[in-house]
Every structure is written in structure tokens, then in C-alpha cells.
């Protein structure tokens, strides 16, 4: 069994470097070409790899995860993640297309910003690249994890010892790959890796519900054992919810507007005008990729209950129907469905992370005058070092991929959410209220995690920490902008 789940893993690992071959060959000759694939994306392949570097293993691990253990409600996260891509994809993304390339030719979020507000230039770019690298080591380490929970679960015992745990071992070969084809071929192999990876997944989480279903498994199941765990409303989507639990829920979607690894998609869309194209086709490939990741969680559950299946950890619901219900080749596919939604976004953190270092800090203070050839190669080794800091916090087994993910994306959200969305629309704020509503954004996040405020808040549940840094973030830039504007401007 598990020797045809290694054929088609295999199968999928040769075709992602050889992927990554192709766009080296195709694109790493300078920046624009190694961090934005020449602005050249087609509509489709851009849709795409902006949904698969956002959905990560949190789509197929977190998710149904959290639905198989709390029941509907939790599907709250997706509805609001939803209403926020529609958001992001209409307001942000025909904007920063145009206005990134009239402002300078940028090709990162923080050389934009510095393009935008001159002023300030050197302090956006710097502080956004510390904030970028800050949170994107956290986010990549979310992804490792789901990676090592895989091998960990589908292959204990099987893989070779290598002196170290499947989990770690599963962590290392994750990285290993990605790093492979992300080094080589830049923004282009991730990009195009994505698409693929996107059909990957979507498919697969089509499949897996309707086979737990079509083979005579009763969703009342999961609903009764819940109700026997003291969760009388499993299926019921406004079972115990409060408003701090619905807000806290749907604000997801407030991250959307400042994911400088989902954002920097639209920068590389090859004109304004298939903007509307890519955003029908990555909102559909949304829209049915959530409905399924819901399905596994809910019709996991059921599964579970009327087999007597044991699933110690509910985030590995995905992996464990995959290796009872299917063929080993096909289970091979599902597990290489789930490495897509990994390796999609571990990718796309780490290039962008790189293009920071690279862009905002290398040739910022240290080589101004460095070559093409040279800042290339300078994102390499930026890609490698942010990857082995990932690899480092992602080394512990117990944690949660939902967590890590919830952490970072509320940290992103906040800092640059309202700062992308004024910057773009508002042409009265200043480089000052930029840069006060990147810090007070920030600040308040890390801030309101350290206080244990996102668990317990005043006696109650705890509040997700985007609320109040979007909120902060957002005040920060009205209040600073309107103190610093010259007199008649």
C-alpha cells in the first residue's frame, strides 16, 4: 500500500522541480523576472497561485480540522475568508496592478509604499521588510508543520531512519523540495507550481467528501456524537455563537487586503485588464475548494463515528480518510494534494520574504549598486536562511497549524491591511500616517498575543487580535495623515 502512495509522491515531487527547471530557464536573468515573472502571469495561472499560496495546509488540515471537532459553526472562518477575497480581488487588486507599475516599477509591497510616500521612503521600506520577514518566518513554520503532521501520520515506520522522527524527517524533505524549485526558478516556478498545485487541491477536496458520502455514511452520525460530547447543535451554523465568536470568525477576511504573498499576485497579472478574468476564475476555484474542506470535516467526523475510527488529532482528518478510503495510488494523490497546499504558500512566504531582504535591505544599505545577476543570487540565499528559521520553530510537534496561521495572517492583516487600502484609494495620506499605521498595526497584534487577549478577554472569549490591530492600524494612519498634510494639500 504505502509503496504506491511513495510512486505518485514521487511522481508529484519530480514534476514540481521540474517546474522549477523550466522557469529558471525562462525568467532569472534579473529581479523583475526572478520576483515578479516579467508582469507576464496569465490570468489564470495568477487566479490560482493567489488562492493556492493563501489557502496553505490550514485548507486541508486546519480547517476541517476545527469543523470536525467544534461542528458548522467553525465554518464562519471560510464565509468571512470568502467575503474578503471578493473584497480584496475587486478593490485592491486592479489598483496595485496599475499603480506599482506607474509608481516606479516596483517589485515589492514595501518598495511601493516608499515609491508612494517619498518622504518616508527609507522607513516604510525597512519597516515593512522587518515586519515581512517577522511574520512570514512564523507563517512559513505553519506549513512545515503541516508537512511534518503528514509523514508523520501516512508514513510512521516506513520512511528510512534517518536518526530523527518522521515528523522532523517529514519537515526536512518539505522544505527540501520547496526550497529546490523556489531557488532555481523564482517567482515564475512558484507561481506556475501553484497552478498545478491549485488543480491538485481542489479536485481532491472534491473527491474526498463525495466518496465518504456516496458510500452510505450518515452525516447525523457525527452530529450524534457530538451531541454525546455535550455539543447538542454540531450542524447547526450559529450553534453557541456569540458576537465576539461571529466577529472574531468572519475578520478573517479583513487579512486579505494586506497578505503581501496573495497581494504580490496582482502585481504580476500581465495587464489591468484581465485583472476581472483572474478574479472570476480564483473566487470560483475559492468558493468550491472551501465547500470541500468544510465537507471533509463534517463528513470526516461522521466516517469516524460509524467505523469506530480513532482520530487523536482532528487536523489530520484529511490524511487519515485518505490512507482508509482510497487505492494507494490515488491516496498518493491526496497526500500530494495536501503537500500543494503546502509547499503553495511556503513558496510564495519565502520568495516574498527573500525579495525583502534582497530589495529592502541589501541593496537598500548594503550593495546599491549590486548587479542583476548578483540580487538574484542574494534572494537565493535569502530564500535558504529564512527557510532554515522556520525549520527551527516548526521543530516542535505540538503545534497547531491553525494557530500559527491565525497568528501571522492577523499580524499581516493588520499591519499592512489598512495601509494598502488608504495608500491606494486616499490620495491625502502622508508617508507619517504610513508609516504610524505599519507600526501601531503590528504593535498592537504581537501586543494583544503576548496579553493572552486573542484566548480570554475581560472575563469572556477571547477577541482575534486582527480587531483590534486593524482597527488601531487604520485610526493611526486617518489621525497621523490629517496632523502631518501641509495646509491646503
Known amino acids: 500500500m504505502q509503496t504506491g502512495t511513495l510512486i505518485s509522491l514521487a511522481a508529484y515531487f519530480i514534476l514540481m522541480l521540474g517546474i522549477g527547471l523550466y522557469a529558471w530557464r525562462k525568467s532569472t536573468e534579473d529581479s523583475e523576472g526572478y520576483l515578479l515573472g516579467g508582469r507576464n502571469l496569465h490570468p489564470a495561472v495568477a487566479a490560482l497561485s493567489a488562492g493556492a499560496s493563501d489557502m496553505s495546509g490550514w485548507l486541508l488540515l486546519g480547517l476541517p480540522g476545527a469543523l470536525y471537532a467544534a461542528g458548522l459553526v467553525e465554518a464562519w472562518i471560510g464565509i468571512g475568508l470568502f467575503a474578503g477575497a471578493v473584497a480584496n480581488w475587486i478593490i485592491v487588486a486592479p489598483r496595485l496592478r496599475q499603480q506599482t507599475e506607474e509608481l516606479g516599477n516596483a517589485l515589492t509591497i514595501p518598495q511601493f509604499?516608499?515609491?508612494?510616500?517619498?518622504?518616508?521612503?527609507?522607513?516604510?521600506?525597512?519597516?515593512?521588510?522587518?515586519?515581512?520577514?517577522?511574520?512570514?518566518?512564523?507563517?512559513?513554520?505553519?506549513?512545515?508543520?503541516?508537512?511534518?503532521?503528514?509523514?508523520?501520520?501516512?508514513?510512521?515506520?516506513?520512511?528510512?531512519?534517518?536518526?530523527?522522527?518522521?515528523?522532523?524527517?517529514?519537515?526536512?524533505?518539505?522544505?527540501?523540495?520547496v526550497l529546490a524549485y523556489t531557488m532555481i526558478g523564482g517567482f515564475l516556478a512558484v507561481s506556475l507550481t501553484d497552478f498545478v498545485q491549485g488543480c491538485i487541491m481542489v479536485v481532491a477536496l472534491v473527491i474526498m467528501p463525495l466518496v465518504v458520502l456516496t458510500g452510505g455514511t450518515d452525516l447525523a452520525l457525527a452530529a450524534e456524537a457530538a451531541r454525546a460530547a455535550g455539543n447538542a447543535n454540531y450542524l447547526n451554523l450559529f450553534s453557541g455563537l456569540t458576537l465576539i465568536g461571529w466577529l472574531s470568525a468572519v475578520t478573517w477576511g479583513l487579512g486579505y487586503f494586506?497578505?503581501?504573498?496573495?497581494?504580490?499576485?496582482?502585481?504580476?497579472?500581465?495587464?489591468?485588464a484581465d485583472v476581472k478574468v483572474a478574479r472570476n476564475i480564483g473566487l470560483s476555484w475559492m468558493l468550491v475548494a472551501l465547500i470541500g474542506a468544510i465537507g471533509v470535516g463534517i463528513a470526516g467526523r461522521?466516517?469516524?463515528?460509524?467505523?469506530?475510527?480513532?482520530?487523536?488529532?482532528p487536523e489530520t482528518t484529511f490524511i487519515v480518510l485518505a490512507t482508509l478510503l482510497f487505492h494507494p495510488l490515488v491516496t498518493g494523490f491526496l497526500l500530494a494534494a495536501l503537500l500543494a497546499a503546502i509547499m503553495s504558500t511556503i513558496s510564495s512566504q519565502l520568495l516574498v520574504s527573500s525579495s525583502s531582504l534582497t530589495e529592502d535591505f541589501y541593496r537598500l544599505f548594503l550593495r546599491k549598486e549590486a548587479s542583476e545577476?548578483?540580487?538574484v543570487n542574494v534572494g537565493r540565499i535569502a530564500v535558504l536562511l529564512v527557510a532554515l528559521a522556520a525549520i527551527a520553530i516548526a521543530a516542535d510537534p505540538e503545534s497547531e497549524v491553525l494557530g500559527l496561521v491565525a497568528n501571522a495572517w492577523a499580524g499581516f492583516g493588520a499591519a499592512f491591511g489598512p495601509l494598502i487600502l488608504f495608500a491606494l484609494t486616499?490620495?491625502?495620506?502622508?508617508?507619517?500616517?504610513?508609516?504610524a499605521g505599519l507600526v501601531t498595526g503590528a504593535g498592537v497584534v504581537m501586543a494583544w498575543i503576548a496579553l493572552g487577549w486573542n484566548g480570554a478577554f475581560l472575563g469572556g472569549p477571547g477577541v482575534y487580535e486582527i480587531i483590534p490591530g486593524f482597527i488601531a492600524s487604520s485610526l493611526a494612519i486617518w489621525l497621523v495623515s490629517n496632523a502631518t498634510r501641509r495646509v491646503g494639500s
Not at 518566518?137 to 508523520?152: D, H, I, P, Q
Not at 494586506?258 to 489591468?272: C, D, E, K, L, W
Not at 461522521?302 to 488529532?313: K, M, P, Q, S
Not at 486616499?426 to 508609516?435: I, S
Open 258 to 272: 494586506g497578505q503581501p504573498h496573495i497581494i504580490v499576485r496582482f502585481m504580476a497579472v500581465r495587464s489591468v
Open 113 to 177: 509604499l516608499a515609491n508612494r510616500f517619498p518622504d518616508k521612503a527609507i522607513a516604510l521600506r525597512v519597516v515593512s521588510a522587518i515586519i515581512i520577514v517577522l511574520f512570514f518566518t512564523v507563517y512559513t513554520a505553519a506549513g512545515l508543520v503541516g508537512g511534518g503532521k503528514l509523514f508523520e501520520t501516512a508514513f510512521a515506520g516506513l520512511l528510512p531512519d534517518a536518526g530523527m522522527s518522521d515528523y522532523m524527517l517529514g519537515i526536512w524533505i518539505t522544505a527540501g523540495v
Open 373 to 375: 545577476r548578483e540580487a
Open 426 to 435: 486616499w490620495k491625502r495620506m502622508t508617508g507619517a500616517g504610513a508609516v
Open 302 to 313: 461522521a466516517y469516524a463515528e460509524a467505523n469506530g475510527v480513532v482520530v487523536e488529532d
